[in-house]
């Protein structure tokens, strides 16, 4: 390993800004500067936009998810209560192809269900509306792609 020569040291040491006729070259570098600062304020109002967009996305995909919930539960609500009893949640992932993918991505299998199902009916029901099939589905099914 060979030292630098003298010369290369005096090059990469800062020097004092030039006055007089030799300052003209440093005002050469201010567009370069400006040029850099628009460029980097640009990407980053690129990527202000990015992440909106994509909590938009989101918000959407939320959306769209809660409105298949809501038709889901009413495929699986055969007496069209407006409620879920223990036995149509089973029923229901036992045949609606819909309703065992959602499971089958929350690792959620038959033998799960019943504590699944205690753990939805929020207000000890015993049978499960809307809202609490939704909510929490959606929530855990959202959760388990992030």
Same mark, same amino acid.
């Given at each position: 390993?060979?030292?630098?020569?003298? *010369?290369?040291?005096?090059?990469?040491?800062?020097?004092?800004?030039?006055?007089?006729?030799?300052?003209?070259?440093?005002?050469?570098?201010?567009?370069?500067?400006? =040029?850099?600062?628009?460029?980097?304020?640009?990407?980053? &109002?690129?990527? @202000?936009? +990015?992440? @909106?967009?994509?909590? /938009?996305?989101?918000?959407?995909?939320?959306?769209? +998810?809660?409105?298949?919930?809501?038709?889901?539960?009413?495929? *699986? &609500?055969?007496?069209?209560?407006? @409620?879920?009893?223990?036995?149509?949640?089973?029923?229901?992932?036992?045949?609606?192809?819909? =309703?065992?993918?959602?499971?089958?991505?929350?690792?959620?299998? /038959?033998?799960?269900?019943?504590?699944? =199902?205690?753990? *939805?009916?929020?207000?000890?029901?015993?049978?499960?509306?809307?809202?609490?099939?939704?909510?929490?589905?959606?929530?855990?099914?959202? &959760?388990?792609?992030?």
């Amino acid at each position: 390993f060979e030292p630098l020569p003298d *010369i290369a040291i005096q090059d990469i040491r800062p020097k004092p800004m030039p006055s007089g006729a030799a300052a003209g070259s440093w005002r050469c570098a201010t567009p370069l500067l400006r =040029f850099h600062t628009e460029v980097v304020d640009t990407f980053a &109002d690129a990527r @202000q936009n +990015d992440l @909106q967009n994509l909590a /938009e996305e989101m918000e959407d995909e939320i959306e769209h +998810d809660r409105k298949a919930l809501a038709k889901l539960f009413a495929k *699986i &609500d055969k007496d069209n209560s407006g @409620q879920l009893t223990l036995q149509e949640l089973i029923e229901g992932a036992r045949q609606d192809p819909g =309703f065992q993918s959602r499971l089958r991505v929350m690792d959620i299998d /038959e033998n799960d269900l019943h504590q699944l =199902f205690q753990m *939805i009916d929020m207000d000890r029901s015993g049978t499960i509306e809307v809202a609490e099939f939704i909510g929490p589905l959606s929530r855990c099914a959202h &959760d388990s792609k992030t």
